[in-house]
Every structure is written in C-alpha cells, then in structure tokens.
C-alpha cells in the first residue's frame, strides 16, 4: 500500500474520490474544525493552507 497522501487545500470542505480511476465513493470531509482530516477510505489527509478562511466569520 502507498504511504498517505498529504493535499493542502484552501476550503475548509473537500471531497475526496481517492484520486484514481477506482477511486472509492466520493466523500465530504469537513477541514476548517481542526485544520485537518483524514479520508476514511484511502487515508488521504487534508490540512488547511495557513491563512485560509473557513467561513466562520469575517
């Protein structure tokens, strides 16, 4: 198995497919909480770029 993707990303929602022809089902994980999340299907992870908004306020 490949080592876990890190994927930088500036919303704070992103969907994941696994990033391949046989992906897995597209999933919606929620990034501006903790500034990070983990694909639960291909352990894809997710971190938030510094200084990006959440839209959580102005």
């Known amino acids: 198995m490949q080592p876990d993707e890190k994927i930088i990303v500036e919303t704070a929602t992103v969907a994941c497919d696994g990033g391949t022809e046989l992906g ?3 999933v919606y994980l ?4 903790k ?18 908004r959440t839209g959580s306020g102005h």
Do not use: E, T
């Open 24 to 26: 897995h089902p597209v």
């Open 30 to 33: 929620n990034v501006g909480a």
């Open 35 to 52: 500034g990070a999340a983990d694909c639960p299907y291909c352990g894809r992870h997710f971190v938030l770029a510094a200084g990006a």
